[in-house]
């Protein structure tokens, strides 16, 4: 079973995607502290696409999160990604800076991908015991 | 089936302002705390702030927080702190504890069991 899901990169919609992987996640019977986990990583790289990936770009249709999600096996896959420019330092950021070292706290392995043409990916996995 | 965008206007936070004393402030906060809700939570602290100088919040009723609503806690418990306030948490669920934990936010952030 896989998730994939494309929305506009805005903060209304951080929650959406996260309620939407919930409900993914339910019905792989993923719960507790590793739903929890799961659920705040995906919300993290979510917020970091709001923030970040198209801070230079003006507003258009294109500037969406792309969430996919795939169980296999005993390991879930999740993306997050963007058609920006990628991430760069900001001084006026608007966080902590802790959105990337929780997503590596909480998750097996987290890759961070260019995309072609443009874009980042965030691709992080997770040890599930589907019920 | 429930529409998405309405179950994630249900869990929007509210909050509720009870004063305790002339110093304690208690800020009942219900509903998911991240990027969505990041300027009702801070106009929310800021209005409790404004009525005490320890702001209780009674946080049984939050779900979930990310780190953009820890970058408001602390800015919150700063102020307080600055003059001599503070900021505490109660009635912390175990995911909510999670993150407090390991963004170390309890250093500054007072969170009683």
Known sequence: MELQLSVPATADNVPLLRHAMAGFLEGQSVTGETAADVLLAVTEACTNVVQHAYRSEPATDDRQIELAAECMDSILEVAVRDLGRGFAPRVDSPGLGLGLPVIAALTQTVEIRPLTPHGTEVVMTFAIDPG | ?113
């Open chain 2, 1 to 113: 089936m429930q529409d998405p965008s309405e179950a994630a206007t249900n869990r929007d936070p509210h909050f509720v302002r009870r004063r305790v004393d002339e110093v304690v402030l208690v800020l009942q906060v219900d509903g998911e705390l991240d990027i969505k809700s990041t300027d009702s939570l801070r106009s929310a602290l800021d209005a409790a702030e404004r009525e005490g100088n320890i702001v209780r919040i009674d946080a049984a009723g939050v779900s979930f927080v990310d780190s953009t609503a820890l970058g408001v806690l602390l800015a919150s418990a700063q102020r307080l702190s600055a003059r001599g306030g503070r900021l505490e948490l109660i009635n912390v669920s175990p995911p909510v504890r999670r993150i407090l934990d390991m963004t170390l936010i309890a250093r500054t952030v007072h969170v009683i069991s």
